[in-house]
Antibody, heavy 123, light 110 residues
Framework: EVQLVESGGGLVQPGRSLRLSCAASGFSFEDYAMHWVRQAPGKGLEWVSGISWNSGDIGYADSVKGRFTISRDNAKNSLYLQMNSLRDEDMAFYYC????????????????WGQGTLVTVSS | QSALTQPASMSGSPGQSITISCTGTSSDFGNYNLVSWYQQHPGKAPKLMIYEGSKRPSGVSNRFSGSKSGNTASLTISGLQAEDEADYYCCSYVGSRTFVFGGGTKLTVL
């Protein structure tokens, strides 16, 4: 069974940093592209960042470019999101999601999602 | 990266069909057919309903169908059921290794 479990969320002051993790199991993590998608409470989905199977292709939303860094450790079956210079508008549930291929295309959509971890930005 | 445009809300009666639109620009998905659709119930993670514009993942009801014409993608739900009441989001690759979601449509089954 595919499982994606996010962790690392919590309360953080504006301007500070936080690192999210996503632990993957039930599939060959190293073969698939992965994404972070966020959702502010009561708002819609926003794509944040994606990474191909071998980290060769990486993309970011304009809203986080230069502040957030996505990475993965295939040996540890883990996906990460380093978030620096956090702003009020970064407050959201952060989901990790799995593609069906290794390339960063979403050609078959995001077939599996975690349950999310909440990041609260407040002084 | 502007969000794709969806109607904020729609409603329909059980048994009816509804079509949710998702409009972008030619630079958004005019050259691609990489549109996917997601259903999200309150407090739950999104669920993939349609990918590559019109294909259904295994296990998704054939009451859900997708299409695309020019700069508009559409999700049609036929034979509306109470359990279809949820938020629906489109998503597309928009080039340069970036993706964008629509603003979401809240579907109410009357």
């Amino acid at each position: 069974e595919v499982q994606l479990v996010e962790s690392g969320g919590g309360l953080v002051q504006p301007g500070r940093s936080l690192r999210l993790s996503c632990a993957a199991s039930g599939f060959s993590f190293e073969d698939y592209a992965m994404h972070w998608v966020r959702q502010a409470p009561g708002k819609g989905l926003e794509w944040v960042s994606g990474i191909s199977w071998n980290s060769g292709d990486i993309g970011y939303a304009d809203s986080v470019k230069g502040r957030f860094t996505i990475s993965r450790d295939n040996a540890k079956n883990s996906l990460y999101l380093q978030m620096n210079s956090l702003r009020d508008e970064d407050m959201a549930f952060y989901y990790c999601a799995k593609e069906s291929t290794g390339a960063l295309t979403m050609i078959r959509g995001l077939e599996y999602w975690g349950q999310g971890t909440l990041v609260t930005v407040s002084s | 990266q502007s969000a794709l445009t969806q109607p904020a809300s729609m409603s329909g009666s059980p048994g009816q069909s509804i079509t949710i639109s998702c409009t972008g620009t030619s630079s958004d998905f005019g050259n691609y057919n990489l549109v996917s659709w997601y259903q999200q119930h309150p407090g739950k993670a999104p669920k993939l309903m349609i990918y590559e514009g019109s294909k259904r993942p295994s296990g998704v009801s054939n009451r859900f169908s997708g299409s695309k014409s020019g700069n508009t993608a559409s999700l049609t739900i036929s034979g509306l059921q109470a359990e279809d009441e949820a938020d629906y989001y489109c998503c597309s690759y928009v080039g340069s290794r970036t993706f964008v979601f629509g603003g979401g449509t809240k579907l109410t089954v009357l």
